[in-house]
Nanobody, 122 residues
């Protein structure tokens, strides 16, 4: 089992920045692909970014490329999502997730955090 706890969400003006953190506990964090997803009411959970266990490969949704950056510190069992140039359409509940696969689809992730709310005002 892997337990994930996100933090760092909040209210920010358009154009601003936030950094989300996700701390993992339980099984070996460094062996998992870590991903960030987001969801708004009435919509399906949407892929945002992912990083392989080694940190060599990263993947981003087209909507966040060039603005968001995922990173991880395996020594601290933590994955980060740096979000810059935020837009109102980035408003969502952001989830951290862990997968034994290299995937960007939600169904491929076995472990999920509770989410942290990000609200971007115009």
């Amino acid at each position: 089992q892997v337990q994930l706890v996100e933090s760092g969400g909040g209210l920010v003006q358009a154009g601003g920045s936030l950094r989300l953190s996700c701390v993992a506990s339980g099984r070996t964090f460094s062996s998992y692909t870590m991903g960030w997803f987001r969801q708004t009411p009435g919509k399906e959970r949407e892929f945002v970014a992912a990083m392989t266990w080694s940190g060599i490969r990263t993947y981003y949704a087209d909507s966040v490329k060039g603005r968001f950056a995922i990173s991880r510190d395996n020594a601290k069992n933590t994955v980060y999502l740096q979000m810059n140039s935020l837009k109102p359409e980035d408003t969502a509940l952001y989830y951290c997730a862990a997968s034994e696969l290299i995937t960007t689809t939600p169904v491929g992730y076995s472990y999920w955090g509770q989410g942290t709310q990000v609200t971007v005002s115009s």
